[in-house]
């Protein structure tokens, strides 16, 4: 809103030098960190007690899970939803509301995180663990997806380095390589905003266990879309230009301070969970953020911890209906880990070092190419 009254009034706004700071992304990428930030935490305290009345017994807490969980009980999910709203007075406020990627990664974060609120109410409704089936919530994340990929390429500007980029794919370290698979593309951009929403899905078991690596995701990617929308930045790394992907630095940044508001509360021992509402959401949000980007394969590094939570599931799965045996003591990996006598904190923080050193890996295919 503010940066589009900017533009109304730039003739005044250049005889005021605070106003004129307007125009700057890096300036609006501070103050949306700060703005979801204040709002995340002014939330906080009461909307926490509001939840805690509404749901009574709080989030249902698995009976197959480690012991130490049980001290968890009553806990009350849905803290996504001060993420959200923190991300969503963020981006009103200091974002470009005329950039079609704020808008097809907004519609997808709306989305994913009305989809995760139903499935959390159901489990608090039913206190089971078990909310929405699979195949709804995959059926519906699947529609979402499909939408945003075909929005994405049809709203995409044409690069003026890279010629066919909305329908192409690019590889990380391969300047040259770039896989035009035309309208295909819509599918691989589906695949790549559901899989992650569920990766970080699956990885939301601890306390502060996703919103950190999640952050560092945000951070890393932030730093990607605002070089691959600047023409001359993109240009001297070697990577795919995007007109108006630097926008999208100002949603990443309404992420981390909406997920520094909300790791106030959910710091162990957490005060609230931050539920499928949340988890659902931000996956979903950068998902659709690398593909807006280009990065899409880049993201696999970048939040490579996701991945690997993913797949534990996944292998775990397959292993077991193969063999009837199991390969992790439990799945997702990190309840692995706590099954082996790790303190949560021990699990939580190595997990944040891992998600770190990977957050870097991804940065450095900037350069090495």
Aim: charged share 10%.
């Amino acid at each position: 809103m503010f940066y589009l009254l900017y533009l109304y009034y730039a003739d005044v706004a250049k005889d005021y030098p605070l106003l004129n700071l307007v125009q700057y992304q890096t300036v609006r990428v501070a103050l949306a960190m700060a703005t979801a930030m204040i709002v995340a935490v002014a939330m906080g305290s009461r909307f926490i007690a509001w939840m805690r009345v509404k749901q009574g017994k709080g989030q249902p807490i698995r009976s197959d899970g480690p012991v130490t969980h049980l001290s968890k009980v009553g806990t009350p999910t849905m803290g996504g939803l001060m993420i959200l709203a923190g991300i969503a007075v963020a981006v009103f406020l200091w974002g470009d509301l005329t950039n079609p990627y704020i808008w097809i990664v907004s519609m997808v974060t709306a989305a994913f995180g009305v989809l995760g609120f139903v499935d959390d109410y159901a489990k608090v409704s039913k206190q089971s663990s078990a909310g929405l089936t699979s195949k709804q919530k995959l059926l519906a994340q699947t529609v979402v997806a499909l939408v945003a990929g075909v929005l994405t390429v049809l709203w995409m500007k044409a690069s003026p380095t890279s010629p066919n980029l909305e329908t192409s794919i690019a590889f990380p370290f391969f300047k040259a390589v770039l896989l035009n698979v035309g309208w295909f593309y819509v599918a691989f951009a589906a695949f790549t905003i559901v899989g992650f929403s569920n990766a970080v899905n699956l990885t939301d078991g601890l306390d502060g266990l996703a919103i950190v690596p999640v952050m560092m995701a945000a951070a890393a990617f932030g730093i990607i879309s605002y070089l691959a929308g600047n023409f001359i930045f993109s240009d001297y790394l070697g990577i795919h230009h995007v007109p108006g992907a630097g926008e999208l630095a100002i949603f990443l940044a309404a992420i981390i301070g909406g997920g520094v508001g909300f790791l106030w509360y959910n710091a162990p021992p957490a005060k609230i969970f931050m539920g499928d509402t949340g988890s659902l959401a931000l996956g979903g949000a950068l998902g659709a953020i690398a593909v807006a980007t280009k990065h899409e394969l880049v993201l696999g590094i970048v939040g490579g911890l996701f991945v690997v939570e993913a797949a534990s599931v996944m292998i775990q799965v397959a292993y077991f209906k193969a063999t009837g045996k199991r390969i992790f003591l439990m799945a997702p990996i990190h309840h692995h880990f706590e099954k082996m006598g790790w303190p949560e904190s021990t699990v939580v923080i190595r997990f944040w070092i891992v998600a770190a050193m990977l957050a870097l890996a991804g940065l450095a295919t900037l350069k090495l190419r």
